[in-house]
Structure formats: C-alpha cells, structure tokens
C-alpha cells in the first residue's frame, strides 16, 4: 500500500489536470476497483498504455493490490478519488 500511495501522490496533478472530466482516467480508476475484473483483464484493458513487459508487471501487480483490499477499502479509495476531483486544488482545472 506505501508504493500505492507514492504512486497516487505522484499521479496527483495528472488527476487535478484530468479532473473528473477525463472518462477515460474514471474508466481506469472504475475497473481497478472492480473485483470482478481479473489481472489479465486489467491488463489487456490498459495495453495501450504500456511500453514494455516491466511495466505491464507493474499494472499486474497494482491491480492484484487492489484484488487484496477488502470492500471497504475499495470504497474508501473511489471516495478518496472523487474528493481529489472536487477538491480546491483541482478546482481550477
């Protein structure tokens, strides 16, 4: 979860810029938090986006973090994800 979270804070302005705007962005956020979405699955959705086997590993491996949270978890971080969208740093975007 500390590499999670290095992850989302340097993900932040990208999230500010994309606001809740970029429905591709909520797409990925979506199926990230799905339970029903398999690694594979993942995987094959963010293809595009990855350059190399080392990072479709790292997609991999973010994705089995999130299968390993409990519901709650998951909850807590879509609300932390619409807080980011509405919060006053974003605002301007």
């Known amino acids: 979860m500390k ?11 990208l999230l500010c810029y994309a606001g809740s705007g970029c429905q591709l962005l909520e797409d990925v956020v979506a199926k990230t938090l799905d339970p029903e979405v398999s690694v594979p699955e993942f995987q094959q959705y963010v293809q595009k986006f990855t350059d190399s086997e080392a990072a479709e590993n790292a997609v991999g491996e973010l994705k089995q973090c ?13 609300l932390m994800m619409e807080t980011v969208y509405n919060s006053y740093w974003c605002e301007p975007f």
């Open 3 to 13: 590499l999670l979270m290095v992850l989302m804070l340097a993900a932040l302005p």
């Open 66 to 78: 999130f299968l390993n949270q409990s519901n709650e978890t998951l909850q807590n971080f879509d």
